[in-house]
């Protein structure tokens, strides 16, 4: 009896597991995707609110001087932070087979190229910071 109990219990887990695992892979694939950039996250949260103009002006400037204030307490650890990235990045490669470590390249060739334009508008974002 106990066993046929811990079966069932096994069964209704693993359909449970692999549930949640379809759920957010469909998620993924089929989800609607919001806004891609900063600037248009921004604007689609002000069309969410419904702010006037001088409320989105207002909002602009404390979000630019919040960005601001973040990218200026980022400068001082980001050369820690690039240090650990890449302690992490080197554990990682010596974990994975050739075959995995060049799959896994792939994917950080696109992510730095994703990255890149993120960088760019961020800069451009944070010339008024100086």
Do not use: N
């Amino acid at each position: 009896m106990q066993r046929s109990k811990r079966q069932a219990l096994m069964f209704l887990l693993g359909t449970l597991l692999i549930g949640a695992i379809l759920g957010l892979s469909a998620d993924r694939v089929l989800g609607a995707k919001g806004p891609e950039t900063p600037a248009a996250r921004r604007q689609a949260m002000y069309d969410d609110l419904q702010l006037t103009a001088a409320q989105r002006a207002a909002m602009d400037s404390l979000l630019d001087q919040r960005h601001c204030q973040i990218a200026r307490t980022l400068a001082g650890v980001e050369p820690r932070l690039d240090s650990i990235r890449a302690s992490a990045r080197a554990q990682m490669d010596r974990l994975l087979t050739p075959e995995q470590r060049g799959r896994l390249e792939a994917r950080r060739a696109k992510w730095r190229k994703d990255g890149d334009k993120e960088r760019r508008d961020q800069a451009k974002r944070l010339e008024t910071c100086k």
